[in-house]
């Protein structure tokens, strides 16, 4: 079950906020109908080898990554830019891979 080998590769992503700022601007956060249980992590309801190569993240006002399930994730040569950021959550630019297996992040460079 869930999406495998998936690439996001020099994709730009400016001013994406979401309606929940716990959530990131890529997420593999489960979002079921009202009523369905949603399947735990390890059941591998999203699943694996995402690539996310080259992007920028340009004045995200919550994290960068949420990952509360997955696996196989690498996040390389990316760019994180905090300048001019407006309705910032504490969590703004942050990487949280709590719930995820085997999670590499490469090479990121923040601007403040």
Known sequence: MGTTNVVIRNCTFEDAGTLVPKEGQISTRCVVPAGWDIPPPDKGFVGGDV????CTFVRPT??????????????????????A??????S???FDTAGAENVRIERITTLR
């Open 51 to 54: 690539l996310i190569e080259k």
């Open 62 to 83: 919550g994290p960068v990554l949420d990952l509360p399930t997955g696996r196989n994730v690498t996040m390389r040569d990316c760019t994180v830019d905090l300048r």
């Open 85 to 90: 950021i407006q309705n910032a959550t504490p």
């Open 92 to 94: 703004a630019g942050a």
